[in-house]
């Protein structure tokens, strides 16, 4: 079965500017989470959605923000970018949440501000 | 709120040889998972454990947990080049649906 799908791979973006990224989780699968990868900070959690609602949000500023559509695809946006921003972006689905079933990830949005 | 500590943060063994990484976490989790994850790549599920006691294994890697002193480990056996890879656990709270809590990962590098 089709894994989850996350686009663009790779962006380039200058400070000031948004950015949206896209994830297409495993068909049946209604939770899709988004994490930040750097190498200083580690995994940090942004958000989950589930069923086109925001059930979890991390620490992040409000320049980070989210959403899920009835076909449980997910798209995360970052307006007014800065160089911080610069991270691996990786979304995950499950079936029902990381709590309750296994939580699979995609290949990742590489996003380099500069 | 839950922590996930890691050590190792590096680790340098040799081919053929055995280690154990070590996962602490601050709290109570409802359950444990190990994912690896190769440079400029995604996260793999390597193992999720469900309560104290489990062990599971695949290949030369053999996790475990226990709850009671809140410590999962991932066990390399003989290892080989290709287990080069950082992996990482995590965790999340028994309270509601919330995120999976990482630990910062440990770089492996397996060399001859």
């Known amino acids: 079965k089709a894994g989850v799908t996350q686009t663009p791979r790779y962006l380039i973006k200058t400070r000031g500017q948004q950015v949206t990224l896209s994830c297409s989780p495993i068909?049946?699968?209604?939770?899709v989470s988004w994490y930040q990868q750097t190498p200083g900070q580690g995994l940090q959690f942004l958000f989950e959605?589930?069923?086109?609602?925001?059930?979890n949000k991390g620490n992040f500023p409000g320049r980070f923000s989210g959403r899920q559509f009835s076909n449980s695809r997910s798209e995360m946006n970052v307006s007014t970018l800065e160089l911080g921003d610069s991270a691996l972006y990786l979304c995950?689905?499950?079936?029902?949440?990381?709590?309750?079933?296994?939580?699979?990830f995609g290949q990742g949005t590489r996003l380099t501000v500069v | 709120e839950l922590k996930v500590e890691q050590n190792p943060l590096f680790l340098s063994m040799q081919e053929g040889k055995n280690y154990t990484i070590y996962c602490n976490y601050s709290?109570?989790?409802?359950?444990l998972y190990w994912y690896r994850q190769d440079p400029g790549k995604s996260l793999e599920s390597l193992f999720v454990?469900?309560?104290?006691?489990a062990v599971k294994q695949e290949g030369r890697l053999m996790a475990s947990l226990d709850t009671k002193a809140r410590l999962s480990t991932l066990h390399i056996t003989a290892a080989v080049h290709d287990l080069s890879a950082t992996y990482f656990c995590?965790?999340?709270?028994?309270?509601?649906?919330?995120?999976?809590?990482f630990g910062k990962g440990t770089r492996l590098s397996v060399i001859a």
């Open positions: 068909s049946g699968h209604r939770s």
């Open positions: 995950a689905s499950s079936l029902l949440g990381a709590l309750n079933t296994e939580a699979f």
């Open positions: 959605y589930f069923s086109e609602t925001q059930r």
């Open positions: 454990l469900l309560s104290n006691g």
């Open positions: 995590a965790g999340a709270t028994n309270s509601g649906n919330t995120p999976l809590v």
């Open positions: 709290t109570t989790s409802d359950r």
